[in-house]
C-alpha cells in the first residue's frame, strides 16, 4: 500500500480530531459497499440505496455527507475506477466538478485532490478523465502538483497529459521542479517524462538541498547517462556555461568527482587530453574504457607523427620509384 493510497482508507471514527462519527463510518462503509455493486453489474440502476445514498452526499452541505462524497471520488481516481467515477459524474456534474477541486485537508491528510491521487498511482486514465472537471496547477501541502507527483514515479503518459495544464518551472517546498522530480528517477518512465519536460523548463531548474544544482548536474552526479544526453539534446542553451569550457566538459569533470563512471566515459570525448590521462591514471583504465582507447589512439598518432618529423630533420633521402629502363628500337 503506497504512501498516496494511505491518506484515503476509511478513518477511525475514535481517532482524536475526526470529523466522523461512528454513523457516519457506517454509511461511509455501506455507500462505498453499494456503490461498488452498482458498478461491477455495470448499470446504474442495479442498486437505488447506492443512488441515493450518494446523490444525498453530493449534493449535501454537510461536511460529513461530503467527506463521504470526496472518500469515494478519492478511492476511485487512486483506483483507476473508471466506471466509478462516470457514475459519480453522471449523478450531478456540478458537485462533481467541485469534489474534483477539493483538498485532503481532513485530520492527516496531506492537501491531495483526486487528480494528484490517480497521477501518483500511476492512473493514466483517470488523469485524463479527471483533468477536464480538476486545476492542474493546485498544490497540495509540500506545493507539489499533480505534474510533480507524476513525475516523481514517472508516469510518462500522466506527465504528458499535465504537462500542457500546469505552471512549468514550479518549484514545490522541497525546490525541485517536475523536471528534477523525474531527473531523480532512474526508470525508463522517468527517462520519458525527462523528454516530455525538458524542452518545457529552459529556466536553470533548483533541486532539493542543493540550490546551486542543476538539472544536468543532478543526472550527472547519479550517473543517469540517457538522462544527460536527452538534456542537452533538448534544452543545451539552459545548461551552456558562460566560460571557455563546454557543458560536457564541465560534466565529465563533475562526473569523475562523483565517481559516475558511466557519464564520466561518455563525456570524456569532450574532456583536454591533460584531464583525460589524469583521470585515467587515477582511477584506472576499467572504469574509463572509451577514456583509454582515446588516449592510446593518440599516443599512436603521437608516436607517427614523431617518426616522420624526426626523419626529415635528419635528412633522411626520400626513396624515389626508379625509372622504367627504355627498350632499345628494335632493327630490322
Not at 463521504?68 to 467515477?85: I, N, P, S, W, Y
Request: hydrophobic letters at 45%; one cysteine or more; aromatic letters at 6%.
Amino acid at each position: 500500500m503506497n504512501r498516496a493510497w494511505r491518506r484515503v482508507a476509511p478513518r477511525n471514527p475514535f481517532k482524536p480530531g475526526s470529523i466522523a462519527s461512528p454513523e457516519f463510518t457506517a454509511l461511509a462503509a455501506l455507500t462505498l459497499l453499494a456503490l461498488r455493486e452498482t458498478v461491477m453489474e455495470n448499470t446504474l440502476s442495479a442498486s437505488p440505496d447506492a443512488q441515493l445514498l450518494l446523490a444525498q452526499s453530493l449534493a449535501s452541505d454537510a461536511a460529513s455527507d461530503r467527506a463521504l462524497a470526496f472518500d469515494a471520488l478519492c478511492v476511485a481516481a487512486g483506483e483507476g475506477d473508471l466506471q466509478t467515477l462516470r457514475f459519480m459524474k453522471a449523478l450531478s456534474e456540478e458537485h462533481f466538478s467541485a469534489l474534483c477541486r477539493s483538498r485532503d485537508d481532513a485530520s492527516g491528510g496531506e492537501g491531495f485532490t483526486p487528480l494528484m491521487f490517480a497521477a501518483y498511482n500511476r492512473q493514466g486514465e483517470a488523469v485524463e478523465f479527471l483533468l477536464a472537471h480538476s486545476d492542474a496547477r493546485q498544490a497540495n501541502n509540500q506545493g507539489e502538483s499533480a505534474l510533480h507527483l507524476a513525475a516523481r514515479v514517472g508516469d510518462s503518459r500522466s506527465v504528458a497529459l499535465l504537462a500542457p495544464h500546469s505552471e512549468a518551472g514550479a518549484v514545490s517546498e522541497g525546490r525541485k521542479t517536475a523536471l528534477t522530480e523525474a531527473c531523480f528517477g532512474g526508470q525508463p518512465g522517468h527517462l520519458e517524462c525527462v523528454r516530455v519536460l525538458a524542452p518545457l523548463e529552459t529556466a536553470v531548474s533548483i533541486v532539493s538541498g542543493r540550490p546551486r544544482e542543476t538539472a544536468l548536474q543532478t543526472v550527472v552526479r547519479l550517473d543517469h547517462l540517457e538522462h544527460a544526453r536527452v538534456l542537452l539534446d533538448c534544452a543545451r542553451e539552459a545548461f551552456t556555461p558562460r566560460g571557455d569550457a563546454s557543458a560536457e566538459e564541465l560534466c565529465f569533470t563533475q562526473a569523475i568527482g562523483h565517481k559516475s563512471w558511466r557519464c564520466a566515459d561518455w563525456f570524456s570525448q569532450w574532456a583536454a587530453p591533460e584531464a583525460l590521462q589524469a583521470a585515467v591514471d587515477k582511477n584506472g583504465r576499467e572504469k574509463l574504457p572509451r577514456a583509454a582507447a582515446a588516449l592510446e589512439a593518440q599516443a599512436l598518432r603521437s608516436a607517427v607523427n614523431a617518426t616522420q618529423h624526426g626523419s626529415a630533420i635528419r635528412g633522411a633521402p626520400v626513396a624515389e620509384t626508379p625509372a622504367k629502363p627504355r627498350r632499345a628500337p628494335r632493327i630490322l
